[in-house]
């Protein structure tokens, strides 16, 4: 109950002690709904509904307690306490309850005694005379209009009248201004009840009052809410424009001028934009105003947008300006632009604009760090060592540019951006990032073969690939460590690197660079990596065996002679078996594992993928896979009891534009063993600009065979597929591979029920191919990690049909895993890669680590036109 209810029924509780019986008449039924829950205690209610005699009827029990002279006995030994609740004008009964009438006491609207006048305005005179008199007589002049029920002025006198909007604060039931205003700007649930109690001037005051908007008279609630948000809309995105830097069309639009205004009017604009049960009508009303203003045509300098997020037009604005900044190779301004912008609302509640301002981001990167090795090459005379761990180093290590060009590559054929017309900048720049990693690419590759030409292999103290089993396999098995030996086919050491980052929470880490034997083929390659490599590989070459490496005097031709011969020398039940084997293993695999002393797992996805025919857009995505598919094995491995993990690689490779005819030249000829576009293998033939050559003994090889490497990006003219994927030359992408070696720590499943996963989408449907959610997460408990790694699955029954294409922070490009930040949200991107059958989709958020699932929406609309 509220304070003018409470005193009503004080009223009436004083007439039934007072007079025993109470007739009340309420012909306007304003105190029906209080009848429902009105409890006077040791007191009957009695309600007429439909007809004088069956009330009679109800009454005439009662009426026994009352004499001949119409007055309460006196020797009734339970004093009478009767209310007679009639929702009629006294007149209306014919005195059908004159007995009940002249034994108690009636209370009606008008009644002359004081005390029994129930008139809503007397009453509510009563209250709000005690605690607001200033306001009590503007009240008791609505109540005649009828404005207020009774109800209302409860709510009224709870919120002790907030200033002159005393109708708003009823109908919103709350006298907080912002979320008034924010409540009409986005929803029109209560514009009947604003009609009804004649509020619209009292909104619009409000918007005056508060937010120092000029906004025209109205009688509608409609029109109102569409003056306001213009109004406020438009003066936020002019609030910081120098009014002569407006376009005319503007620069009389009124712009509030008082300090606490302009901050209630960007407290606004940001408080409708970001909550998720308002921003669809933040939305829809900015892209109505804009559209009514003409912005999208208007020529306002982009220097005054920077930190804006109105309208959709700004957006669009800024990105045009960024890809103009990058051409103009102002890099370090484009990728804080960037950064900061792919957050914005806009780049959230507009994909497309959020994966443009990512491949910005990623785009004036690689430009950024293509300039600065160009810079570091050219400040000293590098040797070979030095060029590798400039490569390989910690800070500022050049095999970051692999990394953000992968990513911009793998981003920008997810992306689908239309190019031409107002994309003709963002084509210009993805040709320039391509044309700069190639360049600087081919510049590390001429200054490290002319090296090599000069120096031999002189790696310094950096460790050869033919060492590793050796020193950090063969330690382990010695003293009885449950090991798993991964061998992986063209692992770059930036993958390798990027690999790791995922594993950090359930494992010690260490990537140790190391440099593979040229040539970077898998043959020569994965025999280096095997017991007694380090004891000389030679080039083996028969008529039986047109081609092999020799380990120890035993060729090796292929993938079941080297597990063989690992098996030879570790010991015969030693279990091998492929990295898809691990994703699913079946139970016999699972036991193998559990009892073995070394587990060998071996993955040639990448070459296998990279070599069986020319690179498309999807040839990314399914070498990044395996980054994904590793982080997988070495966590089932973990799980099955294996305590440590070392992952090896073969050899790199190269990545980038596919080589155009000119880049091609003829091999050496002479007796040819073995051809491929980065090496040539054989005895004899020709010198050549275009190359160096170099004997078996000065790259650690033995025997006589000689091999010749191209001096640049250039390849010899071989038969294969690909001619962007390669390898088998001299290049630090080729050269430099990644030792990774991994120590299960014990496990906390507590971590994982700690944390909760809180999962938002902006709409209930999705009816385009990109689509946005936002995740958040929060601990349960007081302890907990800071931050969680997640990954989002898209499925339509079991089939996944869509995926992350990039996320507000802490997105991978090449796994898709997204890190979470304690209580930090992150919009994340999601992309249906295919949309033609699907209905709806189920989205999953999964626990990168214990694939346990921590958030989900099942059956998802899906209305896209095809």
Same mark, same amino acid.
């Given at each position: 109950m509220g304070k003018v209810t409470d005193y009503l029924i004080k009223q009436v509780e004083k007439q039934v002690a007072d007079r025993g019986i109470v007739v009340w008449y309420d012909p306007e039924k304003v105190y029906a709904k209080l009848l429902d829950t009105l409890q006077i205690p040791q007191t009957t209610l009695i309600r007429y509904e439909d007809s004088f005699f069956r009330l009679r009827e109800k009454l005439e029990p009662y009426l026994e307690y009352i004499d001949q002279q119409g007055l309460p006995k006196q020797d009734c030994e339970t004093p009478l306490r009767l209310?007679?609740?009639?929702?009629?004008?006294?007149?209306?009964?014919?005195?059908?309850?004159?007995?009940?009438?002249? =034994?108690?006491?009636?209370?009606?609207?008008?009644?002359?005694?004081?005390?029994?006048?129930?008139?809503?305005? %007397?009453?509510?005179?009563?209250?709000?005379?005690? %605690?607001?008199?200033?306001?009590?007589?503007?009240? /008791?002049?609505? %109540?005649?209009? $009828?404005?207020?029920?009774?109800?209302?002025?409860?709510?009224?006198?709870?919120?002790?009248?907030?200033?002159?909007?005393e109708a708003l604060v009823t109908i919103y039931e709350t006298q907080n201004t912002d979320e008034i205003i924010l409540s009409f700007l986005g929803v029109d649930d209560k514009d009947k009840l604003i009609q009804s109690k004649k509020a619209v001037s009292e909104m619009r005051s409000l918007f005056i009052s508060d937010a120092g908007l000029d906004i025209r008279q109205t009688d509608s609630p409609s029109a109102l809410r569409h003056e306001a948000r213009r109004a406020l809309l438009m003066a936020e995105f002019l609030i910081g424009i120098p009014t002569n830097k407006l376009p005319g069309a503007l620069s009389a639009i009124p712009v509030p001028h008082e300090k606490a205004h302009l901050e209630q009017v960007l407290r606004l604009c940001k408080s409708w934009r970001n909550r998720n049960d308002l921003r669809d009508s933040?939305?829809?009303?900015? !892209?109505?105003?804009?559209?009514?203003?003409?912005?999208? =045509?208007?020529?306002?300098?982009?220097?005054? &947008?920077?930190?804006?997020?109105?309208?959709? /037009?700004?957006?669009?604005?800024?990105? !045009?300006?960024?890809?103009?900044?990058i051409l103009e190779g102002h890099y370090t301004e484009?990728?804080? !632009? /960037?950064?900061?912008?792919?957050?914005?609302?806009?780049?959230?509640?507009?994909?497309?604009?959020?994966?443009?301002?990512? &491949?910005?981001?990623?785009?004036?990167?690689?430009?950024?760090?293509?300039?600065? %090795?160009?810079?570091?090459?050219?400040?000293?005379?590098?040797?070979?060592?030095?060029?590798?761990?400039?490569?390989?180093?910690?800070?500022?290590?050049?095999?970051? &540019?692999?990394? /953000?060009?992968?990513?911009?590559?793998?981003?920008?054929?997810?992306?689908?951006?239309?190019? $031409?017309?107002?994309?003709?900048?963002?084509?210009k720049v993805v040709i320039n990032v391509r044309q700069e990693y190639t360049v600087t690419v081919q510049a590390c590759i001429e200054k490290l073969t002319e090296r090599v030409a000069k120096e031999g292999c002189a790696w310094g103290n950096i460790l050869s690939q033919d060492k590793i089993f050796n020193t950090h396999v063969a330690p382990f098995l010695e003293q009885g460590a449950k090991i798993a030996y991964i061998l992986v086919d063209s692992l770059r050491y930036e993958m390798g690197k990027e690999m790791v980052r995922g594993l950090l929470g359930d494992f010690e880490t260490t990537v140790i660079p190391a440099i593979a034997k040229l040539p970077t083929i898998t043959d020569v390659g994965m025999a280096a990596l095997l017991p007694q490599g380090a004891q000389g590989l030679k080039i083996a070459s028969s008529t039986a065996i047109k081609f092999a490496v020799a380990v120890g005097g035993t060729a090796l031709k292929d993938r079941s002679s080297r597990i063989q011969y690992l098996r030879d020398k570790i010991g015969p039940d030693l279990p091998v078996c492929k990295l898809n084997d691990l994703i699913k293993p079946s139970k016999k695999q699972k036991e193998e594992i559990k009892q073995a002393r070394c587990v060998v797992v071996t993955s040639q996805e990448i070459d296998l993928w990279g070599e069986e025919e020319d690179v498309g857009p999807e040839m990314r995505e399914y070498m990044d896979q395996v980054i994904d598919k590793l982080r997988s094995a070495i966590r089932r491995l973990a799980s099955l009891g294996i305590t440590t993990i070392v992952v090896a690689a073969d050899h790199g490779h190269l990545f980038g534009e596919s080589i155009e005819g000119g880049m091609k030249m003829d091999a050496p000829g002479g007796n040819t063993l073995k051809i491929s576009r980065r090496v040539w293998i054989g005895k004899g033939g020709a010198a050549g600009e275009g190359y160096i050559r170099l004997k078996a003994r000065e790259i650690g090889l033995t025997g006589d065979m000689e091999f010749a490497f191209p001096r640049s990006l250039a390849c010899f003219k071989?038969?294969?597929?690909?001619?962007?994927?390669?390898?088998? $030359?001299?290049?630090?992408?080729?050269?430099?591979?990644?030792?990774i070696i991994l120590k299960a720590k014990e496990a906390k499943p507590e971590e994982i029920k700690a944390g909760k996963v809180h999962f938002d989408m902006s709409k209930s449907e999705i009816t385009t191919r990109f689509f946005s959610i936002t995740l958040r997460y929060s601990l349960q408990d007081l302890y907990g990690p800071d931050s969680l790694r997640v990954k989002v699955a898209v499925k339509a029954g079991k089939k996944e049909v869509g995926m992350p294409a990039t996320a507000a922070y802490g997105f991978e490009e090449s796994t898709r895993e997204i890190i979470l930040e304690k209580e930090k949200p992150n919009p994340v991107t999601i992309m249906l890669t295919e949309v033609e059958g699907v209905s709806s989709v189920t989205v999953s958020v999964i626990d990168a680590a214990s694939r346990i699932e921590l958030g989900c929406r099942k059956d998802v609309p899906v209305k896209i036109s095809i």
């Open positions: 209310i007679v609740y009639i929702p009629l004008h006294r007149s209306d009964t014919r005195s059908a309850l004159a007995e009940a009438e002249c =034994a108690g006491a009636v209370i009606e609207p008008g009644a002359e005694v004081a005390e029994r006048n129930t008139g809503l305005r %007397i009453i509510a005179e009563q209250v709000f005379g005690a %605690i607001r008199p200033d306001k009590a007589g503007e009240i /008791a002049k609505k %109540i005649d209009e $009828g404005v207020y029920t009774i109800e209302e002025l409860d709510k009224l006198a709870e919120y002790q009248i907030a200033g002159k909007i933040y939305r829809q009303a900015a !892209l109505d105003v804009e559209r009514e203003m003409g912005l999208m =045509a208007l020529d306002i300098p982009t220097e005054y &947008l920077l930190h804006n997020e109105t309208f959709s /037009a700004i957006e669009k604005k800024l990105i !045009l300006h960024a890809e103009k900044l484009t990728q804080d !632009l /960037a950064e900061k912008r792919k957050t914005s609302f806009w780049s959230t509640e507009s994909p497309a604009d959020g994966l443009r301002w990512s &491949l910005l981001f990623l785009a004036s990167r690689i430009l950024s760090e293509s300039k600065r %090795i160009m810079a570091e090459l050219k400040e000293r005379n590098h040797d070979a060592a030095s060029l590798i761990a400039m490569y390989a180093g910690e800070e500022h290590a050049w095999y970051r &540019l692999d990394t /953000a060009y992968r990513d911009f590559e793998c981003l920008y054929a997810r992306c689908e951006v239309e190019l $031409g017309s107002e994309h003709d900048q963002m084509e071989a038969k294969g597929a690909s001619t962007a994927y390669l390898h088998g $030359g001299i290049s630090l992408q080729e050269l430099v591979i990644p030792l």
